[in-house]
């Protein structure tokens, strides 16, 4: 069993920044495939960026150059440092662990940018 807990959203204006977290239970983290994933109202869930156990990183393509997914194992916790945001990065973000067995999702924290 795998917990997923997020933090980091909230409000931010066009153009700002905000880094998301995503802290894993467990012991195995640093085999995990870790990933970022969205939804917006009225959207289906999307990818956003994934990240391997051995750092490989993948982004959607309207993400690239704005928003970086890293991890730190010592601390079973993944990170989406979020850029140069648009209004079109409104959604709920998901927090997802790809463990061998099953795949497991947070809660979600809510990603709102307004003027």
């Known amino acids: 069993q795998v917990q997923l807990v997020e933090s980091g959203g909230g409000l931010v204006q066009p153009g700002g920044s905000l880094r998301l977290s995503c802290a894993a239970s467990g012991s195995n983290f640093r085999n995990y495939v870790m990933g970022w994933y969205r939804q917006a109202p009225g959207k289906e869930r999307e990818l956003v960026a994934v990240i391997s156990s051995g750092g490989t990183t993948r982004y959607v393509d309207s993400v690239k150059g704005r928003f970086t997914i890293s991890r730190d194992n010592a601390k079973n916790t993944v990170y989406l440092q979020m850029n140069s945001l648009r209004p079109e990065d409104t959604a709920v973000y998901y927090c997802?662990?790809?463990?061998?067995?099953?795949?497991?999702w947070g809660q979600g924290t809510q990603v709102t940018v307004s003027s």
């Open positions: 997802r662990s790809e463990t061998p067995i099953r795949v497991y």
